[in-house]
C-alpha cells in the first residue's frame, strides 16, 4: 500500500520504518528539515534500540522515504498523523495545534478515496470535531483513529508486532472502507494473531488515555504505598512482591521509585482531566489529579532524601547522578524525573555531575548549565553521595565494593528500587531506596 506518516519523531520516524518492513511503501514528512535530512540517510535522530538498522533496511529497499516538503503526501493514499500533541503551555489540555494543522495538509495534499488515520494521542471528541472541518472543497477522505501503545526502548518490537490493533472507525463495523483498508495495512500481524478491536471514533481515543492512566494510576498507588511505608518502617519491595502475587493485581508496574515521565503519561492524565472538565464530569477522574501530586511528591522526596544523607543539606556537595532519561533504553528527557531532580540539587547548590548513555545531550539542552559526562565512573569520582534515577543496566549492575573506591562519601539513594541493599550497605554504603526499609 501506498502510505504517509505525517510527523516522524519518537512515534512516527518508527511507525514509518516498521511500515516499511511490513511490505509498504512509506514517504515520511516532517517540518523539521534537519530530522528529514538524518532519516534520508539512515540515521536515527533520537535513541531507539533497533531503529537504525530499520531504518537503512527501509531505505536500502527502496520503500521508505522521507521529505519535509507536504506535497510528498499526494503520492499515498493513506496517511497516518503522528504529530506531537503536548501539554498546553498555559492549562493542563492538550496542544492540538500540530494535529490541526497535519490534518490541514492532508487535506490541502490529499485526493478523494484518501484515507486519514491518526496515531497521535488525542482527547475524546477530537476526531469527531476535525470530522466537522473537512470543508466542501476539500477532498472526500475517511477518517479513522488508531491509537499506538509502543514503549519507547521497544518501539520497534512494539510496532512490528503489536500486542493488540485498534482501529477507531465512523461506523464502528469491520465494513466500514477504513477498517479494511487498516486490516491491509496490518495484514501480517493480524495474521500472526494480534488481537483486533474495531470500535467507534470516541472509544479508540479513549482506549489510549484510559490505557495510560490505569498504567499512572497503578504507579501511583505503589508509590503512594511507599510514602506510607516511610512512615511506618514497612517495606514496599515486599509488599509489592506481595500483593503482586495475586493474579487481579499482578506484579507489574507495582515498582516504587521516583515515578513515571517521559512525553506521554504526564501530559495525557492531566489531558484527560481537562477533557473531563469540558465534558462536566471533572469528578470522574479527579483521583488523577491525586496520582499526578503523588507522582511528583517522589521527585521532591528524592531531594529531601539527598538533604538527609548529606547531613548539612546540598549546597557545595558533589552528587553524582546516574540517569536523566525518564526510563532507561531511551534518550527522552521529556518531564523525566531524572532531570527534575538533578536541576533541583543543582538549583539547590549541590555539584551535580550526571551521566546517561544516550540522554545528556537532551538534558544539556534543556538545561545547559547542567554537568553531564560520559561514564558513571567519571560522574562517581569524588562524590559524597550516589543518585540511581534511570535504570540503565550499567548502573544497576554496579558493584558496591568498585563504587565505593571511586566517591567520597558511600551514600546512594536508589531511586528505582534495583539495587540490593544488602550488598549495598554490607560494602560500607549508606543505602535509601524509596519506601523501602
Ligand atoms: P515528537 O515530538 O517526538 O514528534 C512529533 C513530530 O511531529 C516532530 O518531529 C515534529 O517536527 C513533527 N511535526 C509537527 N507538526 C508537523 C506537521 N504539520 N507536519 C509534519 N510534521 C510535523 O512526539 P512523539 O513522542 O512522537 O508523539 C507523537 C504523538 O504520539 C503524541 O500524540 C504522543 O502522545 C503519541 N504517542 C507517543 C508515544 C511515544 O512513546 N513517544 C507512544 C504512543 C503515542
Redesign the pocket.
Known amino acids: 500500500m501506498r502510505l504517509s506518516v505525517?510527523?516522524?519523531?519518537?512515534?512516527?520516524?518508527v511507525h514509518a520504518a516498521a511500515m516499511a518492513e511490513l511490505g509498504h511503501d512509506v514517504v515520511g514528512?516532517?517540518?523539521?528539515a534537519r530530522?528529514v535530512a538524518q532519516l534520508s540517510r539512515g540515521e536515527a535522530?533520537?535513541f531507539e534500540p533497533g531503529l537504525q538498522e530499520l531504518l537503512l533496511a527501509g531505505l536500502r529497499s527502496g520503500r521508505l522515504r522521507f521529505s519535509a516538503d507536504?506535497a510528498a503526501l499526494s503520492s499515498a493514499d493513506l496517511h497516518f498523523i503522528?504529530?506531537?500533541?503536548?501539554q498546553l503551555s498555559g492549562g493542563a489540555g492538550?496542544d492540538l495545534s500540530?494535529?490541526d494543522?497535519?490534518f490541514a495538509?492532508v487535506l490541502a495534499h490529499g485526493k478523494d478515496g484518501d484515507i486519514v488515520v491518526g496515531?497521535?494521542?488525542?482527547p475524546v471528541g477530537t476526531v469527531e470535531r476535525l470530522s466537522g472541518t473537512i470543508g466542501r472543497d476539500a477532498p472526500r477522505v475517511t477518517l479513522a483513529w488508531n491509537?499506538?501503545?509502543?514503549?519507547?526502548g521497544h518501539?520497534v518490537a512494539d510496532s512490528l508486532t503489536p500486542d493488540r490493533l485498534v482501529f477507531g472507525v465512523a461506523g464502528g463495523s469491520r465494513d466500514d472502507a477504513a477498517a479494511a483498508a487498516l486490516a491491509q495495512v496490518y495484514e501480517k500481524p493480524l495474521r500472526d494473531g494480534t488481537p483486533l478491536i474495531v470500535t467507534d471514533w470516541a472509544t479508540a481515543e479513549l482506549v489510549?488515555v484510559a490505557a495510560n492512566a490505569f498504567l499512572a494510576t497503578k504507579i501511583s498507588f505503589i508509590n503512594a504505598m511507599a510514602e506510607i511505608a516511610e512512615a511506618t518502617g514497612a517495606d514496599v519491595t515486599q509488599l509489592a512482591d506481595a500483593i503482586g502475587h495475586d493474579a487481579r493485581i499482578g506484579r507489574r508496574f507495582l515498582n516504587a521509585g521516583v515515578g513515571f515521565g517521559?512525553?506521554?503519561l504526564p501530559?495525557?492524565i492531566r489531558a484527560f482531566q481537562a477533557r473531563a472538565v469540558e465534558l462536566g464530569l471533572a469528578e470522574t477522574v479527579v483521583f488523577l489529579d491525586e496520582m499526578d501530586k503523588i507522582n511528583l511528591r517522589r521527585r521532591s522526596r528524592v531531594v529531601e532524601l539527598a538533604g538527609e544523607l548529606l547531613g548539612s543539606g546540598p549546597a557545595g556537595r558533589r552528587v553524582a547522578v546516574l540517569g536523566l532519561a525518564f526510563k532507561p533504553d531511551s534518550d527522552?528527557v521529556?518531564d523525566s524525573p531524572a532531570l527534575e531532580v538533578a536541576c533541583a540539587l543543582r538549583a539547590a547548590g549541590a555539584e551535580v555531575v550526571a551521566a546517561d548513555p544516550h540522554a545528556a545531550a537532551n538534558a544539556r539542552a534543556r538545561d545547559p548549565e547542567l554537568v553531564t559526562v560520559d561514564s558513571a565512573d567519571e560522574a562517581l569520582v569524588g562524590a559524597e553521595l550516589v543518585i540511581l534515577l534511570t535504570e540503565w543496566r550499567e548502573f544497576t549492575e554496579l558493584d558496591p565494593e568498585r563504587t565505593a573506591a571511586l566517591v567520597s562519601g558511600r551514600r546512594i539513594i536508589d531511586g528505582r528500587n534495583v539495587l540490593d541493599p544488602e550488598a549495598w550497605i554490607g560494602a560500607g554504603w549508606q543505602y535509601r531506596g524509596l519506601g523501602r526499609r
Open positions: 505525517v510527523g516522524c519523531g519518537y512515534l512516527g520516524a514528512i516532517d517540518v523539521d530530522k535522530p533520537f507536504p503522528a504529530v506531537g500533541t503536548p492538550a500540530y494535529v494543522a497535519a495538509q496515531k497521535s494521542t488525542v491509537p499506538e501503545f509502543l514503549r519507547e518501539a489510549k517521559g512525553g506521554c501530559k495525557d527522552d521529556r
